[in-house]
Each structure stands twice: as C-alpha cells, then as structure tokens.
C-alpha cells in the first residue's frame, strides 16, 4: 500500500503536465528569422525598452539546433522557403512558429509570383501576429500568448489525445450557413 493508492487517478501525472509545461514555456529560445523590415522590430523587442529576456528569449541561436521557436519576420521569398523549410527542419522538438507581419502571414501588399504568400505553406504556424510591421509590445503579447499555448500542452498519450480531439472539432464545424430576416435559407 502506497501513495499512489491514496490520491485520485491522474493527479500526479496532472502535475507533472504543468510542471513540465511551466518549464518548457520559460524556456524558449528563439532562431530569428529576419527578412525584411519586420526584423527591425523584432530586434528592438531584444533592446533595453523592451526586454525580450525577462520571458527568457535572450539567447538568440546561432544554429537551428539550439532554437525550439522560430520567429519568421518579414516576406519570403520562392528562393528563402526552401533555406526556411531547411532551417526549420533541423530545429529540436517540440518546436513553434510565429509568423510575424503581415508580409509573412498572407504575402502582404506583395501578391506576386516571387514572394509566398503565407510562410504556413512552408512551415506550421502557431501565432500570427499581424500588422505591417508589428510593433515590440504586439510581438512580446504573441509570445506571451504562446508560452500559454506551451504550458497547456499535453504530454505522452494525453497529447495524441489532445491532437485527435481538436482535429475532430475542427472537423465538425458546420459551414456557415446565411438566413434570411425571415429565416428561410438563402
């Protein structure tokens, strides 16, 4: 007769879930991929005014192998995705994206055959931060909502459980269907 037998099922596994989510979220280290005006930005978040380093973001990695986020700032280009999808392939698992301007969201002003227009054909995206270009405070409010995103994930089997589920409710979303003042469809 042990411990275990007198607490509730899943209460130790429960905290261990939000010790390592904790851990995993203050400990984020960012590969900066700056390719355009947004990049400029997305240093001054680093400066003194912003302090990128009190959510532990100061070490900015050299080599994709020591990052586990990837902030994507600016548009890229046909010739970056494959260096991009390079990049982010080489990153340590579990790793997140954070597309950052409009630009690398959807293309931007640039809808043209050489820029790709979303960096999510590339690479999965976590958070889209939009603006043109975003402002430090809109980028530390995206990682904030990312170390949240972080500290609720599940880990093990809970987290293929986890994935199953909201692939299943985002597959039974109905379509939008328009109604008239009346009621009737249109």
């Given at each position: 007769m042990g411990l275990e037998e007198k607490l509730p099922s899943g209460v130790l596994l429960t905290s261990v879930e939000k010790l390592a989510g904790w851990a995993?979220?203050?400990?984020?280290w960012p590969a900066t991929f700056g390719l355009a005006c947004c990049a400029i930005e997305l240093f001054q978040t680093g400066g003194p005014k912003h302090d990128l380093a009190r959510f532990g973001m100061e070490r900015a990695s050299n080599t994709p192998r020591q990052a586990d986020l990837m902030i994507v700032a600016g548009r890229v280009s046909q010739k970056m995705a494959p260096v991009l999808r390079q990049i982010y392939d080489q990153m340590s698992d579990p790793k997140w994206v954070i597309s950052m301007g409009v630009c690398a969201s959807s293309g931007g002003m640039f809808n043209n055959y050489a820029i790709v227009q979303g960096v999510d054909h590339i690479v999965p995206v976590d958070i889209y931060l939009p603006g043109c270009p975003p402002r430090p405070e809109m980028l530390?409010?995206?990682?904030?909502?990312?170390?949240?995103?972080?500290?609720?994930?599940?880990?093990?089997?809970n987290r293929d459980r986890q994935i199953t589920e909201l692939e299943n409710a985002r597959l039974g979303l109905a379509p939008l269907r328009l109604t008239a003042p009346g009621g009737s469809q249109l």
């Open positions: 995993r979220a203050r400990s984020v530390l409010d995206s990682i904030v909502k990312l170390h949240d995103k972080i500290m609720n994930m599940k880990l093990g089997k």
